[in-house]
């Protein structure tokens, strides 16, 4: 048992990331920032399903899976940027971001609320002194 939990523990240590729930409104984007051990050079993914072994692949470091809306970058040292774009209320859920491994990838989930309050885009107005 003791073996399991150090299994885990230095699983969850290999990949972290900024938030772990992002509450945002209607309309707007988000950018979660992870960092990962430099020597996990495989593909990187963002899913989304209650558990990790339900998670559907949105979109992947390698290019498998693509979205308009979904964008992934494995910036390698400087660590992996998840960008959603246009937020929908039916985005709330939960997502998991993954890296590819033999027998078990390293996953860590993040919790994504989308709040009813829709983000106004700002109108330029002529500025007078």
């Known amino acids: ?6 299994l885990l523990l230095h699983a969850s240590l290999q990949l972290q990331c900024d938030k772990k729930q992002i509450t945002a409104p209607l309309g707007s ?4 920032s992870c960092s990962y051990e430099n020597q996990l050079l495989s593909n990187k993914y963002w899913c989304r399903g209650e558990s990790r072994r339900t998670c559907e ?26 960008r959603v774009l246009d937020l929908q209320k039916g985005d709330s859920g939960v997502y998991w971001v ?5 027998y078990a990838d390293i996953m860590t989930s993040v919790s994504v609320v989308v709040t009813e309050v829709p983000v106004s885009k700002p109108r330029l107005q002529p500025w007078s002194p």
């Open 98 to 102: 993954g890296i590819d491994r033999p």
């Open 57 to 82: 692949v949105l979109v992947d470091s390698e290019g498998k899976t693509k979205s308009t809306r979904v964008h992934i970058v494995d910036a390698r040292r400087r660590g992996l940027f998840v």
């Open 29 to 32: 984007d988000f950018l979660l």
């Open 1 to 6: 048992m003791k073996t399991l939990v150090l």
